[in-house]
């Protein structure tokens, strides 16, 4: 396949009744999230949470960017999974660099465990181009109050083979790609009106915080319309690594094979949780190590 994917001007037609269930906190939305969304299958469709807005309303996620037509808000996704590409874009092939091939799978919504104002809880199924089970995921998405001024988006996620093998879970790095592209897990697409900021606690700039093992890392924008937002991010599981984009676009991802693959081990699930916090304003470190200290305590 050597064509291009086709554009995205505008979000994707939700397909369903109930594809855009909301998150709401204090009653105010926070967050829609897309179950089934009509895409392109380069795309690599999958559940997404787009727009997430901070408790002002200040919009803090992106989705289908034109210099990235598969980045799609804060969704969770690998691009090499057993061979099959389910992050959407063009595939790192070792010694040949990205091509397009027919190598898209689809993560699908299978059923609901609980639906509620601040939490969703659902079964999904990750496949490949011939509908064939990679792996089964249980998720519950939570939503709760952190101050008048933030709330904390709190994604748990559990992976267990479905092939009866171990799962493989690789990245462009793992795949031969140089320059610290190890991404493929939690990613949140952010929106900036200029270049953000990233810190961890003892590190800043997007150089020396990509690849680190830091336990949070917070991002500082301002979205284009207006409004100061800090996303905190915390939740790195073993050999997890974070992967951080400010230059080129604003992003960040839980990594889970930033330079060596990960296994799904058979007959022994994967368990991840993320935690983010979304505020309004720049928050300096002192104020984000004293939240994030709060809530993990």
Do not use: K
């Not at 989705?63 to 808000?73: E, S």
């Not at 001024?149 to 462009?172: E, K, M």
């Not at 336990?215 to 599981?237: D, E, M, N, Q, R």
């Amino acid at each position: 396949m050597t064509a291009e994917p086709r554009s995205a001007a505008a979000e994707p037609r939700p397909a369903g009744a109930d594809a855009e269930p909301r998150l709401v906190v204090d009653g105010v939305e926070v967050a829609r999230y897309l179950i089934s969304p009509d895409l392109d299958s380069r795309h690599g469709p999958r559940p997404y949470l787009h727009p997430v807005r901070t408790r002002a309303g200040t919009p803090v996620t992106d989705a289908l960017p034109a210099d990235h037509v598969w980045h799609l808000g804060a969704s969770l996704t690998v691009q090499d999974v057993d061979g099959v590409n389910l992050w959407g874009g063009r595939t790192y092939v070792r010694g040949t660099g990205y091509t397009w091939r027919d190598d898209h799978g689809v993560i699908a919504h299978t059923g609901w465990r609980e639906r509620a104002a601040d939490r969703l809880d659902h079964d999904l199924e990750w496949r490949d181009r011939h509908g064939r089970v990679l792996l089964r995921e249980h998720r519950r998405i939570t939503a709760t109050p952190a101050g008048e001024d933030a709330w904390w988006l709190d994604l748990s996620a559990t992976l267990t083979s479905a092939t009866g093998a171990d799962v493989r879970l690789g990245s462009p790095a793992t795949n031969g790609r140089p320059g610290g592209a190890g991404y493929g897990g939690f990613f949140w697409r952010a929106v900036a009106d200029g270049e953000a900021r990233v810190r961890t606690a003892d590190a800043a700039g997007e150089e020396v915080v990509n690849g680190s093992a830091a336990p949070w890392l917070a991002l500082s924008a301002s979205a284009p319309g207006g409004g100061a937002y800090t996303l905190v991010f915390t939740g790195l599981g073993p050999g997890d690594r974070w992967f951080v984009r400010t230059a080129m676009y604003p992003g960040v991802c839980v990594a889970y094979a930033f330079d060596t693959p990960a296994v799904v081990a058979a007959g022994r699930p994967r368990h991840n949780r993320h935690r983010v916090l979304v505020a309004d304003g720049h928050l300096d470190a002192a104020d984000v190590a004293a939240r994030v200290e709060a809530v993990l305590r």
